[in-house]
């Protein structure tokens, strides 16, 4: 359970969807299963985190955190439920960035129309727990979006479960487009 009950269905799908619907040269198991505190972090500028509220960072992860985030790499922190899971999330990002906090990221941020026009933000929120999504960025000085946390929401059941009907279309569609405009904002930003 944990980080992995999604894994590699998810992983699969959103790399085929971004080959489908992108210009962007990814082979469908090209995905990597990366520690944190691995110099082959560096070799990737976009990374995805599940499961953020069980993260317990070492101190060489938060050197790593704030380094990745520096050289221009983005996050998404996704499937997290609650205020305790938020929490716990947010102290361990705070320690890479004591100075920085998670902001709610207007809906006109270009992060929602990077490539695919997000219609309805709240449009997945009746398929997951915890009821409304927020989502919420930290950014750099620069003013980039770094790091994206989508509050109440999971975008790897949305990607791994949609084609065995599990989920609704409509939902599962945003929820790739979201994905897929994370990928193109963190490569043009």
């Given amino acids: 359970m944990g980080w992995s009950h999604n894994y590699p269905g998810s992983d699969r799908e959103i790399n085929g969807f971004l080959q489908r ?31 953020p509220g ?6 060489e992860e938060v050197v790593y955190l704030r380094e990745y985030i520096l050289r221009g790499g983005s996050i998404i922190m996704d499937d997290f439920d609650g205020t305790w899971q938020w929490d716990q999330m947010e102290s361990q990002v705070r320690r890479a960035f004591p100075d920085r906090s998670f902001t709610p990221i ?6 929602f129309r990077a490539h695919e026009t997000l219609e309805n933000l709240q449009a997945m929120s009746a398929s997951v727990p915890g009821g409304e999504i927020t989502y919420y960025g930290l950014y750099t000085d620069e003013g980039r979006l770094a790091i994206m946390a989508g509050h109440n929401n999971d975008l790897a059941n949305f990607w791994d ?17 979201l994905g897929t405009n994370a990928v193109i904002y963190s490569m043009t930003h």
Avoid at 21 to 49: C, H, M, N
Avoid at 161 to 171: A, C, E, I, R, T
């Fill in 21 to 51: 619907k992108t210009l962007i040269d990814v082979e469908e198991f090209s995905y990597r299963i990366v520690e944190l505190g691995s110099e082959e972090l560096f070799d990737f500028p976009f990374a995805y985190v599940s499961e």
């Fill in 54 to 59: 069980e993260m317990l960072l070492s101190e």
């Fill in 106 to 111: 207007a809906e006109d941020h270009v992060l």
């Fill in 161 to 177: 479960w949609y084609s065995d009907g599990s989920m609704p279309l409509k939902p599962s569609t945003d929820a790739f487009r």
